[in-house]
């Protein structure tokens, strides 16, 4: 959409120098929020509970959403005390929340790169000498002062808790992310990003083209799903936002193992869906270590065309990646899905459609077909309605099911990047960051 459309609704929410400590300081107190398993069962040890406490505090965190030591009622009183010394919840607000006219709702979280390397260690078995210390005496000392939690919150945020605040490294820069909640009859979908930036430059892509800027920690991905307003409405979650999410692809693995485990959301996994661009060692790990569909970036079905739209094609090209999903047994309950963005005039054939037919003669998968949104700078220009719906029904004359997925938020940049490189801007012309 063009700059001269304002958003429908905005909600300035606290400027970012107020904003919630986005992740602990690594030597302080650890976020609640990420941790799997493991993790609570050394959190039970280090805080004298029985391990069986461990999947009480999961319970607590993962389906109750309440991240207050204090408020862990099933755990003995000294038990939650040691406890709430050691964690922060690690869930934040947005900073700011944008209404499209069709219901879609843009949010934008705070991240500070550079504070937090990207792939920080997380909770570790603690050394055999403090764990014994910490079991066989634990009221030889008092605890240090409990942290103060801040539960994720609808509409404000409150400045940080002094335990959970850290003075920015010199290094520390404040960036935005975006999740998008996508409301449509009986499903609300969101939409989340896995990492700051990207580094796969695709053409057309508004995330792309402000380069990379670090990962998101397991937190702060799982942060955009419990932190929005309506979180527990959610039917799906799809990572198609900000970065690629085989690029991040630990700490994507770990969100997807916190949202399908028992212990944590116990959701199915066919309600989440990974998209990518086809980074071939994380997609190999992807399919052998999770159940969530898949849904692969094609927009060409030629080497050259897809190369100059999506660089990752010269490393990671097409025979290759059909070869290794021809490959695998996706089971009769996992969908295969390409995404393809119909530009005019570049991508829009007959001649396309035959060799998508050629090349995925066999597979079992789906087309989602995609309108161009616009965006600053990029000469592309999207397909017209009635070339989708030839596209489509070609496809469907191949043997392919193919919908058009409908364009939502148009209104309020939804585009993946446009609004956080704008909040970026506007914030720096303010002086705020
Ligand atoms: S389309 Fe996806 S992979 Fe490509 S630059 Fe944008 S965010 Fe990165």
Redesign the pocket.
């Known amino acids: 959409m063009s700059d001269s459309n304002p958003p429908r609704t905005a909600t300035a929410l606290p400027p970012i120098d107020q904003a919630p400590a986005v992740e602990a300081p690594s030597s302080g107190p650890l976020p609640l929020l990420g941790m799997e398993l493991s993790n609570f069962e050394t959190l039970a040890k280090e805080s004298g509970l029985p391990p069986f406490a461990a999947r009480q505090i999961a319970k607590w965190v993962y389906e109750k959403r309440i991240f207050d030591p204090e408020a862990m009622t099933d755990l003995p009183k000294r038990g939650r005390e040691r406890l709430a010394a050691l964690v922060v919840s690690g869930a934040h607000a947005p900073v700011k929340a944008t209404t499209s006219r069709d219901g879609t709702k843009k949010y934008l979280f705070a991240t500070e790169v550079g504070r937090i390397p990207p792939n920080a260690p997380r909770l570790a078995p603690p050394p055999a000498a403090a764990t014994a210390t910490t079991t066989t005496t634990p009221n030889s000392a008092p605890p240090p002062a409990a942290a103060t939690f801040a539960p994720p919150s609808a509409t404000a945020s409150a400045p940080p808790p002094a335990s959970t605040s850290a003075p920015p490294s010199s290094t520390a820069q404040t960036r935005f992310i975006e999740a998008a909640y996508i409301p449509d009859r009986d499903r609300a979908t969101l939409c989340v990003s896995s ?1 700051v ?6 053409l ?6 402000m380069g990379f800027h670090g990962q998101l920690s397991v937190q702060e991905i799982l942060n955009q799903i419990v932190s929005i307003p309506k979180s527990a409405s959610l039917t799906n979650v799809v990572y ?5 999410p085989f ?1 991040n692809l630990d700490n994507v693995l770990a969100t997807l193992r916190v949202l399908c485990a028992p212990w944590g959301f116990a959701w199915s996994p066919r309600r989440i869906t990974v ?3 086809g980074v071939l060692p994380g997609l190999r790990r992807f399919l052998d270590e999770s159940e969530c569909h898949l849904a692969v ?1 094609l927009h060409s079905p030629f080497h050259d065309e897809r190369r100059a739209l ?1 660089p ?1 094609e010269a490393a990671y090209a097409l025979p290759e990646l059909i070869g290794m999903i021809r490959s695998f047994d996706f089971g009769r309950q996992r969908r295969i899905s390409f995404e393809y963005i119909l530009f005019e005039g570049l991508n829009d054939s007959s001649r396309h459609i035959n060799e998508i037919a050629r090349l995925l003669n066999g597979v079992n998968c789906r087309f989602n077909l995609i309108a161009f949104h616009a965006i600053p700078d990029v000469p592309f220009r999207p397909a017209s309605r009635q070339r989708l719906e030839w596209f489509r029904d070609e496809l469907g004359r191949k043997g392919f099911t193919a919908t058009i997925r409908a364009s939502r938020g148009e209104d309020i940049l939804a585009a ?2 446009l609004l956080s490189t704008r909040e970026l801007s506007s914030r720096q012309e303010a002086g705020q960051i």
Do not use: A, I
């Open positions: 990492q930036g990207c580094k796969m430059g695709c057309f892509c508004s995330t792309g083209r198609m936002g900000m970065g690629e690029d998209s990518t661009v970036s999506m990752v993946c990047g």
